[in-house]
């Protein structure tokens, strides 16, 4: 067992790893972004990829690209992180916040119908839905589609957690009607900080491509009709990402063991778990789990005291002051989540001795506890 920090999913850039890149790389930095985009697409099972510095950046661009404008509303889970939901304030429309579901704590389908049917009878069709596969796990994608399809709602899937998840075999990423996903470095591929966004069709590609840089018309000189981003992925970063790509099946495959490992010498303790659809398959990008009683902020401190990295489940959006007058569509999951839910490291590189010391610890606060 080592005594260094175990992280909750990091990548470490030690000098050895500086060196296999550099001894991998076959591309040229120039020709790196157009060759990492096709690795993306042909990963996440779309036509094409476009590379940006962030998946942050990639759902603000699948936001526009859906047509999005100012006042419209744009229905989104409560249970996800802050970048999710941030963009579709970026173009001024209004976030419609809906509650988590049990089994997978993604969007609640019976919730998602109840604010569609509110907003028709307001006359307000609402502009998108970001759909998001929490942790890793497929949402109830079958229900979810169909309600959008019946009502004619673009879907964006917000695969930033979900790359190498898959439902039915169909990567995540290629899921919805546009895709994005995020290379920052708690991911299981990292370019230390990107995401992409994940088309189908060439024409979306152009537009995307053109706002990601600036909006620049293709003169010879410089001309912009449109506001645009500086949203461009660096070609270094592609380059980087070219030797993190091929191994995604492999990381996954370990994440998946790391969750199996926690649950099986943990199971006595774990009340709840994100559960698998039938022919869902999660990467388990974090291995996140519900403990008896509601304590996880103090099981957080607890495990940080032996140097162990971990973190609360998402406090819901519809708690965040930035949000507070947002609508929200709400049934008490996400709140009892956040409460009682922790993730524990996950990471692909996690020793299984480093394992063995989280459980001790993890067991060892739940002995305090029924000792206190
Ligand atoms: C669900 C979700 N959406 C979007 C993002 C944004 O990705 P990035 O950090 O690359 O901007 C993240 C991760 O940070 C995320 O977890």
Redesign the pocket.
Not at 54 to 57: F, P, Q
């Given at each position: 067992m080592s005594d260094s920090f175990i992280p909750l999913s990091g990548h470490d850039l030690s000098m050895a790893s500086v060196h296999a890149f550099q001894a991998q790389h076959q591309f040229p930095p120039a020709q790196a972004l157009g060759e990492f985009e096709r690795l993306v697409a042909s990963k996440t099972g779309v036509a094409h990829a476009v590379a940006v510095s962030?998946?942050?950046?990639a759902?603000h661009l699948a936001l526009k690209l859906a047509g999005v404008r100012p006042g419209d509303w744009v229905l989104a889970p409560t249970f996800?992180?802050v970048?999710?939901i941030n963009p579709i304030r970026y173009l001024g429309a209004e976030p419609i916040l809906i509650d988590a579901e049990e089994e997978t704590w993604n969007l609640d389908p019976g919730l998602l119908r109840e604010a569609i049917l509110d907003a028709l009878k307001q006359g307000k069709r609402p502009a998108a839905c970001l759909v998001?596969n929490t942790y890793g796990t497929p949402s109830h994608w079958g229900e979810v589609k169909a309600l959008c399809r019946e009502h004619g709602i673009p879907v964006i899937e917000?695969a930033?957690?979900s790359l190498g998840a898959a439902v039915d075999r169909q990567p995540s990423g290629s899921l919805g009607d546009i895709g994005i996903t995020?290379?920052?470095n708690n991911k299981v591929i990292t370019c230390f900080?990107?995401?992409a966004v994940l088309l189908k069709d060439q024409q979306q590609t152009e537009r995307v491509l053109y706002w990601a840089t600036q909006a620049r018309s293709a003169l010879p000189y410089y001309e912009h009709r449109e506001v645009g981003y500086n949203y461009r992925m660096s070609p270094l970063q592609a380059l980087w990402g070219l030797t993190e790509l091929p191994e995604l099946d492999e990381r996954v495959r370990k994440r998946r063991a790391v969750f199996q490992r926690y649950r099986e010498e943990l199971g006595d303790l774990i009340t709840k778990t994100q559960h698998e659809d039938v022919g869902a398959y999660s990467n388990r990008w974090l291995s996140s789990f519900i403990f008896r009683g509601e304590r996880a902020l103090a099981l957080q401190q607890h495990l940080l005291e032996q140097r162990i990295e971990s973190r609360p489940l998402w406090n819901p959006m519809h708690h965040q002051p930035a949000f507070s007058d947002v609508k929200a569509y709400r049934n008490g999951v996400s709140d009892r989540l956040f409460r009682s839910g922790i993730c524990l490291p996950s990471g692909h590189e996690l020793l299984g001795s480093d394992q063995k010391k989280v459980v001790d610890s993890v067991r060892h606060f739940f002995r305090q506890v029924a000792n206190a």
């Open positions: 962030s998946g942050t950046a759902i996800t992180y970048a999710t998001v917000d930033a957690e995020s290379f920052n900080g990107g995401g």
